[in-house]
T-cell receptor, first 115, second 110 residues
Framework: ETGVTQTPRHLVMGMTNKKSLKCEQH?????MYWYKQSAKKPLELMFVYSLEERVENNSVPSRFSPECPNSSHLFLHLHTLQPEDSALYLC??????????????FGPGTRLTVL | DQQVKQNSPSLSVQEGRISILNCDYTNSMFDYFLWYKKYPAEGPTFLIS?????DKNEDGRFTVFLNKSAKHLSLHIVPSQPGDSAVYFCAASPLGRYIFGTGTRLKVLA
């Protein structure tokens, strides 16, 4: 596997379910990101991790809980979501954070539907 | 209020002609700008970038122009090819964080 991978690619869940999204990067990067893309809206940055430490949380509801066990893996744990949380969730990685010109590389995304 | 705007949701261009995608931003402190391309069922892929100290960057068929006084960014693709059909996102980067526009869907007609 190369680049950034995400599993599952599609997920349908009820509002009372608990599920997790997984992201893995094979680029040797030190920073990882979660983004949300809703229909007709720009990509919204949710969380930023640098060297496994969360450095940014953009006012995301607590029903989304990130976890970064090491610099190659990033999880997004989902609990009691709402239908408006249905979106494409994208993971990205970069060499570092806060560096101008540091390119982010994206995974293919997980299409989440909350019923 | 959106800090990065792509006001054209879609654009159709004939194969071989020039495609021009536009992006406007509001914050003069942005120091880096990028364009990403996204195919269906794939994540965005990096295309080209430009630092705020430059006004032009070229990579093959792709050229990005930056007009700081107008707070305007554009991507030129010439000649356009059917494989260029995708959604194009511009992004502005303050200190390594990305702020994205809503995207422009480009369709190149054969």
């Amino acid at each position: 596997e190369t680049g950034v991978t995400q599993t599952p690619r599609h997920l349908v869940m009820g509002m009372t379910n608990k599920k997790s999204l997984k992201c893995e990067q094979h680029l040797g990067h030190n920073a990882m990101y979660w983004y949300k893309q809703s229909a007709k809206k720009p990509l919204e940055l949710m969380f930023v991790y640098s060297l496994e430490e969360r450095v940014e949380n953009n006012s995301v509801p607590s029903r989304f809980s990130p976890e970064c066990p090491n610099s190659s893996h990033l999880f997004l744990h989902l609990h009691t979501l709402q239908p408006e949380d249905s979106a494409l969730y994208l993971c990205a990685s970069s060499q570092a954070t806060g560096t101008p010109g540091d390119t982010q590389y994206f995974g293919p995304g997980t299409r989440l539907t909350v019923l | 209020d959106q800090q990065v705007k792509q006001n054209s949701p879609s654009l159709s261009v004939q194969e071989g002609r020039i495609s021009i995608l536009n992006c406007d931003y509001t914050n003069s402190m942005f120091d880096y700008f990028l364009w990403y391309k996204k195919y269906p069922a794939e994540g965005p892929t990096f295309l080209i970038s430009i630092s705020s100290i430059k006004d032009k960057n070229e990579d093959g068929r792709f050229t990005v122009f930056l007009n700081k006084s107008a707070k305007h960014l554009s991507l030129h693709i010439v000649p356009s090819q059917p494989g260029d059909s995708a959604v194009y996102f511009c992004a502005a980067s303050p200190l390594g964080r990305y702020i994205f526009g809503t995207g422009t869907r480009l369709k190149v007609l054969a």
